[in-house]
């Protein structure tokens, strides 16, 4: 995803706050912009690469 042209558009273009850009979800500020089409699932590969560098911690119980 390039997330510096999207933090240039709703910043600049749509002239959102910070805080108010990222309490967007993707779809949404995908149609605040009026961008046509989806944005493409995760594949396996990225999700896997999330997995590895933000493991779930296990808490002490």
């Known amino acids: ?3 510096r042209g999207l ?3 709703g910043l600049h273009q749509l002239r959102l ?3 108010d ?3 967007l979800t993707p779809v ?3 149609v605040m912009l009026g ?3 989806g944005i ?3 594949g396996r ?3 896997d690469a999330l997995l590895r560098d933000f493991p779930d911690l296990k808490r002490d119980e």
């Open 21 to 23: 850009f990222w309490a």
């Open 45 to 47: 590969g990225q999700f």
């Open 35 to 37: 961008l046509e089409g």
């Open 28 to 30: 949404e500020l995908q």
């Open 40 to 42: 493409a699932p995760m």
């Open 7 to 9: 933090m240039h558009a």
């Open 17 to 19: 706050t910070p805080a």
């Open 1 to 3: 995803m390039d997330w």
